[in-house]
């Protein structure tokens, strides 16, 4: 694709059981500042079977325009159906920039399309900046978390990046909102179409919501001590409407699923209130937790580096704070 010729910025509108996932909407807010400082549109790709009620809440989040793809092959993701129709839209529109969540599945799509298309690809950002050329500077941690690396894609495009959830935030709804909707017939034969869905397994966090979607966290480390004592954990989170997380060393410890870790090698989240218990506060787990909106730090050691980032921070025994803090907010509660 010819560079001059491509404008405005994509965002991949990622769906789950109909419902869109939060990281498309931090990216549909993050995209659309991006393409307006270069005078471009940010439009949400959405690719599904009976979207519009997707379309309408990703207009209503800021989406200046949707470009829609609908037909039953796409009812739920698989690599080659939405690989064959994103690829597709692109050399029909030819975008600049597309953004894609930081997800399983859009850690699948990305570097398909990428490839399909033999252009660059930034996995995992943090960071997004843009030129008043239309270059897309993409910054990632790189050397173990050490040093942030800032790519581009000078030669190619679309540029590509996927983008890790909670990094960024979404918008407020407008209900109100209006935006243009092209409608794109695209067909993906059954042939091509080389796994199919059996089954959907749900997998949430311990205390029965998923940390990347929850508002609330309470993250416990190595000051938890054992597995059980994540109990004391889950009856606040419980106690909040929240989820529990971890920091690495209590998943290695087997305390906890690598599902529920935070941090560089584990999920970004980025939650109204997260309450750090027995967490140091290691460079590795606060990439995976900056961005949360306040912070809560419960440590015994008040040299604890946790508490250089922390809005509040309880210098003393997780043991006898967090109880009393379940206990206070039920009462509370009632
Ligand atoms: P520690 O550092 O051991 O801290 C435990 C804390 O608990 C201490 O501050 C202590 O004062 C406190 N404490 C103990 N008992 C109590 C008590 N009773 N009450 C209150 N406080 C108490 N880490 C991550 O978390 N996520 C990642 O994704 C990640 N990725 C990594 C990637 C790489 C390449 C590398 C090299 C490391 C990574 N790490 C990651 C590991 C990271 O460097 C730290 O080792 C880890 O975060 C430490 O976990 P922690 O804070 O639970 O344990």
Redesign the pocket.
């Not at 870790?261 to 584990?266: A, D, E, P």
């Not at 419960?298 to 050691?301: C, L, Y």
């Given at each position: 694709m010819n560079i001059n010729d491509c404008r405005n910025i994509w965002v991949f509108v990622e769906t789950e059981h109909g419902q869109v996932k939060n990281v498309a909407l931090e990216l549909i807010n993050e995209g659309k500042k991006l393409a307006h400082t270069v005078g471009e549109e940010l439009i949400a790709i959405v690719i599904g079977h009976k979207m519009e009620n997707v379309v309408q809440t990703v207009i209503s989040y800021g989406a200046d325009q949707v470009i829609l793809v609908d037909g039953a092959e796409y009812q739920d993701y698989t690599t080659d159906a939405y690989t064959n129709a994103f690829t597709k839209l692109i050399k029909i529109h030819q975008p600049s920039a597309v953004l894609v969540g930081a997800t399983i599945n859009g850690r699948d799509l990305a570097p398909r399309i990428a490839c399909r298309m033999g252009t660059g690809l930034t996995a995992d950002c943090t960071g997004l900046e843009i030129s008043p050329e239309g270059e897309v500077t993409w910054t990632r941690p790189a050397m173990?978390?050490n040093l942030m690396a800032n790519i581009i894609c000078p030669n190619t495009r679309p540029q590509m990046g996927t983008v890790r959830p909670g990094v960024f935030k979404r918008g407020t709804s407008d209900k109100d909102r209006t935006a243009n909707i092209i409608r794109e017939e695209i067909s993906t034969p059954e042939k091509e179409i080389r796994t199919k869905l059996r089954d959907f397994i749900h997998v949430a966090g311990i205390a029965g919501v998923k940390i990347e979607e929850a508002d609330i966290i309470v993250s416990g480390?190595?000051?938890i001590?054992k597995a059980e004592n994540f109990m004391l954990l889950q009856e606040l989170a419980s106690a909040l409407g929240g989820a529990v997380a971890a920091?690495?060393?209590?998943v290695d410890e087997g305390w906890i699923s690598p599902l529920q870790?935070?941090?560089?090698?584990?999920k970004t989240v980025g939650p109204k209130l997260y309450i750090a218990?027995?967490?140091?506060?290691?460079?590795?787990?606060v990439?995976?937790m900056s961005s949360s909106d306040f912070v809560v730090a419960?440590?015994?050691?008040p040299e604890?580096r946790?508490f250089d980032i922390a809005d509040f921070g309880i210098v003393?025994?997780?043991?006898e704070i967090v109880p009393l803090l379940t206990d206070e907010i039920r009462k509370r509660k009632k």
């Open positions: 173990g978390g480390g190595l000051g001590g920091s690495r060393a209590a870790q935070v941090g560089q090698t584990g218990c027995g967490i140091s506060g290691a460079i590795q787990h990439a995976g419960i440590n015994k050691d604890a946790i003393g025994d997780l043991f």
